[in-house]
């Protein structure tokens, strides 16, 4: 085979733009699949429709055979006529003839089959007619014979259609391909379009035009490449025309300096002088060129500026005399001067007038000594740093807390030296340092500070801080200031106590107690931790008052006090709450550890005795025990719940413990109540969300779906059923859930159209409540709403659980049987649960059983609950009744329950809950369960 290409051809594809190369590759490639792909179609429709033709012809002289051997035998010939006039009707029969022994025909009337395909496609296909004949034998005598002709033209017409359909479809995707292509490398094309006009502009002198990268990573490349180009480019013309002005800006730029800069040959001959040497040393230009620099030297200092070493720059501080005799102090940088081959021919001399500089320095120097002075003197502490945290100085006073002397200090890192933590909890204070350097408004006063000194002791302090700045406001250290504060703390800590004791026995007082319990409950609430509480009022303790006086009775609170205290835990909180009256608070305590604990104390209590004077005293303890927990109760209702049960112990008969009525009860009643409310809002803000799981048939059927429902939150969030329906039970609340449910069930069957109703049937189950079925309203409720809606009974079944089917028996039978007769159908839930399921189903007219998911979730390994799966569905089956399969979540299950004969399948599996309209809107689909076969 040649490789060789006609040059005109291939100048021809040179011309052809991107596009229309891709265009044209394209067209060939998918016209040569197109080409094989039909001829594929086409003859595996020709092998099919040849095949198909000669199974009917087959078909139709076993089926007219017999047919006509009983009129043959009789030589009732009308009716072989009739027959035969009757089956030629059937598609592809063309003729029908039956010849009897004598040679006598009757022929059927020939079905002309028109050819919508046209004669050329016939050809094509090559299709001929197909015709048999077969003789009529009754007893072993020969009574006729049928021939039969079948055309191939209905299904020469099928395959015409349904090439033309599949030709539309690969011209419209073509069309696609072609308009993709043209879009996309038209827009890939883009940036190169703009990057020829740039480069257009840029050849007429625009240098500065730059592209916006953009396009693919190719063309992003380009446009890059291109832009490094246009700046070295614009780079290398702005530098040729900018060396030029740059020796001429050099000379002015030296004259102009406001810096004295002269120049000197190698002997240290000055060569140049500018303006602003004459300014500092008040001789001229044409004074000072040829002369030595050592006429700027003051007389006896000796030197030189210029550098015995012609490769080596330095800078010096001298000083110098001016032409009227004054004295500078100077600072000079020399560097070495060479010609263009590298030869050393001089040095350049820049000079700096540092006098005043000096003077400053002076000035700073005695302003320091004045602040060290100064620091030394005052009675706080002083630390300060530099920006990096090193320790630049110690005032006596910090020498003394610290333990270290400001040289020992000096250059070490603020941390070695300086070491404060937090005093409640001894966590070290972090360096503040850093900050102040960032932020130098950040100083503040801690009072929470203690410092740690160098032989291990603590201190308690007052630590401020502030940063330093030079005079441009930058940052140049911090300061750190604080004192001894021991006596004033000493004195706060003993104000705190008495603020939070009682001064009487030394125990947490009320107030104090109250903070605790608040802590706590917030604890149990943010935490679920548990903690309880004990409320203790002592029993005949007025008698020692009445009878010895109140120091008597404030001894024996004393004595009790410590007793009492020795007896609870490290963690617990001991209080007096007034007078005989103490509460504890119990750190993540069960109530039954707590009600251990109150029956020691009592005991305790009991146990002691009292002596004053010539007096022996015994008293007890009522103790009241509550649970702190999560629940949403206050401090003060669980206080007064403590209160209550030590009165109930009281009444009781005394020195005894009492358990509050705070229960999980108390908690779910009240949870309970709260649900109400939320229910009433929400049926009458229509805050109610119906979903559906599909119950998908597992040997073909109707489609099912059960209807869920939800409740929308105060923050639109949904909430399951499980939360709320208890509270709508035990409230008889469930029989307006319940018509609110089939009034929206019955809203959203209306909402779908008449046509995708009839094309998709679906049957939904609504849940009623054993509240409903025994409720007399219910059923003329329903009528009208069938009255009032364009729903079928048909396309509702309600579905009813065992328990209250069996509870409303009477009722239910009734009420099912009305509904049936209007077309509805019934479902029963759960079955299976109960102990008399199977003896109560003869009694209940349902049409579905659906079979508790506790047997079939487990089934593929529970051998029992696989048996109970298979006895319900066999009975069902007897009884006419069809089973339904709950909790349906893996392959095996659905497996088995297909070898078992269960008829539906309801489960994860199958599909999770939607929303009700994405259910009915659905198009009926096949789903996975005709692949089942339980090998999974």
């Not at 007219?845 to 079979?851: A, R, S, T």
């Amino acid at each position: 085979m040649s490789l060789w290409v006609n040059p005109k051809q291939f100048r021809l594809w040179q011309r052809l733009t991107l596009s229309a190369r891709l265009m044209l590759l394209s067209g060939l490639v998918l016209t040569m699949l197109g080409a094989t792909y039909f001829t594929l179609v086409i003859q595996s429709e020709i092998k099919f429709h040849s095949s198909d033709l000669q199974d009917r012809l087959n078909y139709e002289i076993k089926f007219m055979t017999p047919a006509l051997a009983e009129p043959a035998v009789v030589g009732d010939y009308s009716l072989i006529q009739q027959m035969l006039d009757v089956r030629v009707r059937q598609p592809h029969i063309v003729r029908i003839n039956w010849v009897d022994n004598r040679g006598n025909r009757i022929e059927s009337a020939e079905d002309d089959v028109r050819l919508k395909a046209p004669p050329w496609f016939q050809s094509w296909l090559n299709l001929p007619p197909v015709e048999q004949s077969e003789d009529i034998v009754v007893g072993g005598q020969t009574y006729g014979r049928v021939e039969l002709r079948l055309t191939a033209v209905p299904a020469i017409n099928n395959v015409w259609a349904s090439l033309q359909d599949k030709l539309e479809v690969l011209l419209l995707c073509i069309g696609m391909l072609f308009a993709i292509t043209l879009a996309t490398v038209g827009n890939a094309l883009r940036p190169l379009y703009a990057l020829g006009a740039a480069a257009r502009r840029f050849g007429q002198g625009d240098h500065s035009v730059r592209m916006t990268p953009s396009g693919p990573p190719e063309m992003i490349a380009c446009v890059q490449a291109f832009n490094s180009m246009a700046e070295n480019i614009e780079t290398l013309l702005r530098s040729v025309s900018e060396t030029d002005a740059r020796n001429k800006m050099l000379a002015l730029i030296v004259e102009q300096s406001s810096v004295a800069i002269i120049t000197t040959d190698r002997h240290g001959m000055i060569t140049s002088w500018n303006a602003a040497a004459t300014e500092l040393y008040r001789w001229t230009a044409e004074e000072a060129i040829g002369r030595s620099t050592d006429m700027l030297m003051p007389p006896g200092t000796g030197g030189s500026l210029v550098s015995d070493d012609a490769n080596q720059s330095r800078s010096i501080e001298v000083r110098h005399r001016a032409k009227d005799g004054g004295v500078l102090d100077i600072f000079a940088n020399t560097s070495p001067l060479y010609d263009g081959h590298g030869v050393h021919m001089g040095e350049i001399i820049v000079i700096r007038d540092i006098t005043r500089q000096k003077q400053a320095e002076e000035a700073l120097f005695k302003e320091t000594e004045r602040a060290q002075v100064t620091l030394a003197s005052i009675a706080d502490a002083v630390i300060t740093t530099d920006t990096k945290g090193n320790v630049e100085f110690l005032n006596p006073v910090a020498e003394k807390l610290l333990g270290w002397s400001s040289r020992q200090a000096h250059g070490k890192l603020l941390g070695t030296v300086f070491r404060p933590v937090i005093e409640a909890t001894g966590e070290p204070i972090e360096n503040s340092i850093d900050k102040l350097v960032r932020d130098p408004s950040s100083d503040g006063v801690r009072e929470d500070a203690v410092l740690v000194s160098s032989a291990g002791g603590q201190i308690p302090i007052q630590l401020t801080g502030a940063s330093i700045s030079d005079r441009n406001n930058q940052v140049i250290g911090a300061v750190l200031v604080f004192r001894d504060v021991s006596t004033s703390h000493s004195m706060a800590r003993q104000l705190t106590w008495q603020a939070t004791h009682d001064a009487l026995t030394s125990l947490v007082n009320r107030r104090e107690f109250a903070r605790i319990l608040d802590a706590m409950v917030d604890s149990a609430e943010q935490e679920g931790r548990e903690h309880a509480l004990l409320y203790m009022d002592l029993d005949q303790f007025k008698i020692v008052n009445d009878t010895c006086g109140h120091l008597a009775g404030d001894e024996l609170l004393r004595q009790l006090s410590a007793l009492l205290n020795n007896r609870v835990r490290t963690s617990d909180t001991l209080a007096r709450l007034g007078g005989d009256e103490f509460g504890v608070l119990l750190k993540d305590c069960k109530v039954k550890q707590a009600m251990d604990l109150a029956e020691i104390l009592r005991a305790t209590v009991s146990e002691f005795r009292f002596a004053w004077q010539d007096k022996l005293f015994t008293v007890g303890v009522s103790i009241g025990v509550v649970a702190i927990k999560g629940d949403g109760n206050n401090p003060a209702d669980i206080l007064a719940l403590a209160d209550a049960a030590c009165y109930q112990a009281k009444d009781n008969g005394r020195n005894r413990v009492e358990a509050a009525p705070h229960d999980k009860e108390m908690a779910h009643r009240r949870s309970e109540m709260l649900w109400v409310s939320k229910l009433t809002n929400a049926l009458e803000q229509d805050r109610l969300v119906l979903y559906c799981q599909d119950i998908a048939p597992i040997k073909g059927g109707r489609r099912h779906c059960e209807v869920l429902l939800r409740m929308l939150d105060d923050d639109d969030n949904l909430v399951l059923p499980m939360a709320f329906i208890p509270a709508a039970e035990r409230y008889n609340m469930m029989h307006a859930i319940d018509r609110k449910v089939i009034a929206m069930v019955f809203d959203a069957l209306e909402r779908r159209p008449e046509q995708h109703a009839r094309d998709n049937p679906i049957t939904v189950s609504i849940n009623l409540s054993g509240i409903s079925l025994s409720d007399e309203n219910l059923l003329a409720f329903l009528r009208q709403q069938f009255a009032r809606r364009k729903v079928r009974p048909r396309d509702i079944c309600f579905e009813v659980t065992e328990t209250a089917a069996i509870a409303n028996l009477t009722h239910a039978v009734a009420l099912m049987k009305e509904l049936k007769a209007m077309g509805c159908s019934f479902s029963l839930d759960d079955f299976g649960s109960g102990l008399s399921s199977f003896a109560y189903l003869k009694n209940l007219p349902v049409d579905y059983l659906k079979i508790d998911g506790s047997f079939v979730r487990d089934m593929a390994d529970d051998p029992i609950d696989a048996a109970m799966v298979q006895a319900i569905s066999d009975i069902g089956h007897v009884m006419g009744i069809k089973t339904i399969a709950e909790w349906v979540e893996n392959d095996t299950t659905l497996g088995m329950l297909k070898k078992i004969g269960v008829d539906y399948a309801q489960g994860y599996l199958i599909s999770r809950p939607r929303p009700i309209e994405d259910v009915l809107w659905a198009n009926r689909v096949e789903t996975m369960i005709a692949n089942a076969d339980g090998t999974s």
